[in-house]
């Protein structure tokens, strides 16, 4: 690393090998799969190590989870979510998550650098047991956005999750690419009243050339270790555990970027401005 990494933050967005789901949206594909044990068991050892190198650093840090699947049903996410909000060179934890996990585990989690990016699946869950699991995190003080995928068919099933919720609680909208020919302007509206920052993400951004945070300041890490800028480019920069890991400020060589996670961190946007104190959790300023 160079030598002023160990004053300035890291941010990791950590994928491993976890890829089922407990539930089965018929948008995704992750919720059809179902890991074995060694599959589960490998993805335990290798976020142990992710902890454990993340235990040796002086340099502050930022982490992400982004598992295809649920990764908070398992009691391996739970523990290395405690261990990591008990280090000081940690300053936050994030995962995104349905849910689906009892209140009690949930509020056991709770500590003011911890984070959850709560996605709300109408055809998997009540809308009443839904707003029961919000309302429990926070009791226990933790901060998390909600969000669902902007479906023309689920559009009202959203409208009455926003009014279920407080308005400090930030409901986003996703935007389903192969969905999104069919919304037409009396739906975008809608969906503006629910989301008002929607239209951030019913852009595919150019962003051959341009400048992003990814590689730099912001790093994808798999559960080997590989060490790429961001989720959507695979060009090698390394791994995290055996030293080889070296920064990147070149441009992005994608033509487009269309996720959140990933538009986020182009400066030229400006969207740290608008989610100042919450990027990763995707909770706006002020909320």
Sequence with gaps: M?????????????????????????????????????TLARDEADLQRLVDWAEQQQRPLQIMF??????LIHLSYQR?????????????????TNLSSPARQLQALAHP?????CSYHPHEVSLERFVQRCHSLQAAGIRFS???????????????LRRALPD????????????QHTLTPAHWQRLRTIDPLVDHNSKIYSSLGRPCHTGDSVISV??????????FVKQSLGNLYDG??????QPCPNQGCDCHIGYVHMPELKLYEVFAGGVLERIPAGQ
């Design 244 to 249: 080889s890991f070296q920064p990147s400020r």
């Design 113 to 117: 650098k911890l984070a959850l990016w």
């Design 146 to 160: 909600v969000g669902s995928v902007g479906n023309p068919e689920d559009i009202a099933a959203l409208e009455a």
């Design 2 to 38: 160079s030598p002023e990494a160990p004053h300035s933050p890291l941010s990791i967005l950590y994928r491993g090998r976890l890829s089922s789901c407990n539930y089965d949206c018929h948008y995704c594909p992750f919720g059809k799969q179902r890991d074995s044990r060694e």
């Design 222 to 231: 798999d559960g080997d270790g590989n060490v790429t800028r961001c989720h």
């Design 80 to 96: 290395a979510i405690v261990r990591l909000c008990a280090m000081p060179q940690v300053h936050k934890v994030v995962i995104q």
């Design 66 to 71: 982004t598992p295809w699947g649920e990764a």
């Design 168 to 179: 400090s609680v930030y409901l986003w909208v996703n935007i389903n690419r192969d969905e």
